[in-house]
Nanobody, 127 residues
Framework: QVQLIESGGGLMQAGGSLRLSCVAS????????MGWFRQFPGKEREFVGA????????TYADSVNGRFTISRDNAKSTVYLQMNSLKPEDTAVYYC????????????????????WGQGTQVTVSS
């Protein structure tokens, strides 16, 4: 089992920045590709971005590309989501997820592929 705990959410004005963290425990962190998703009220969870086991590969949803950056520190078992130039439409609950993967370079973008999920952290962006 892998436990994921997100933190760093909160209230921010439009144009500001936040950094979300997701700390993993239970299994060796470097065995897992990681992803970030978000969920708007009444909507399905949607993909935000993903990072490979090695950290060398990343990919992003078009809506956040150029504003959000994913990174990971395998020594700290932590994945980060740096969110810049925040917009009110970024308001959502943000979740991190882990997928056991053999490849160290592949990224995973499909929600159904992920094995473990955090409890989510609320991000609210005011206009």
């Amino acid at each position: 089992q892998v436990q994921l705990i997100e933190s760093g959410g909160g209230l921010m004005q439009a144009g500001g920045s936040l950094r979300l963290s997701c700390v993993a425990s239970g299994r060796p962190f470097n065995l897992y590709a990681m992803g970030w998703f978000r969920q708007f009220p009444g909507k399905e969870r949607e993909f935000v971005g993903a990072i490979s086991r090695s950290g060398l590969s990343t990919t992003y949803a078009d809506s956040v590309n150029g504003r959000f950056t994913i990174s990971r520190d395998n020594a700290k078992s932590t994945v980060y989501l740096q969110m810049n130039s925040l917009k009110p439409e970024d308001t959502a609950v943000y979740y991190c997820a882990a997928d056991f993967l053999i490849s160290v370079l592949a990224v995973v973008t499909s929600m159904g592929e992920f094995d473990y999920w955090g409890q989510g952290t609320q991000v609210t962006v005011s206009s």
